[in-house]
């Protein structure tokens, strides 16, 4: 099974940006479409953004225009950029195929003040 290591979270001010980091055990990304997930406090989780295999990057409206998925080259590993955080914002985030497969990593808080 695929082990997944999220990173990068932190609390911030509204407004401001953060990068996570997804890393992955193996080569997931040239068999799978990965994403981003998040699961506010007292909320399920949600997929937030799906890096598909050869094809653009899809998103949640709620995250539209300010967040961004990428694979980081030669590496296992992809990113999300967050922009313009809002403190809608304010969840554990964790990386995943899509759909989700094997286990969760320990995902990674975000905690935007406003």
């Known amino acids: 099974q695929v082990q997944l290591v999220e990173s990068g979270g932190g609390l911030v001010q509204a407004g401001e940006s953060l990068r996570l980091s997804c890393a992955a055990s193996e080569n997931i990304f040239i068999r799978s479409a990965m994403g981003w997930y998040r699961q506010p406090p007292g909320n399920q989780r949600e997929l937030i953004a799906t890096?598909?295999?050869?094809?653009?990057?899809v998103y949640a409206d709620s995250v539209k225009g300010r967040f961004e998925v990428f694979k980081i080259r030669d590496e296992n590993m992809m990113a999300l950029q967050m922009n313009s955080l809002k403190s809608d914002d304010t969840a554990v985030y964790y990386c995943n195929q899509v759909p989700p497969r094997g286990p969760w990593g320990q995902g990674t808080q975000v905690t935007v003040s406003s």
């Open positions: 890096l598909p295999r050869g094809s653009p990057a």
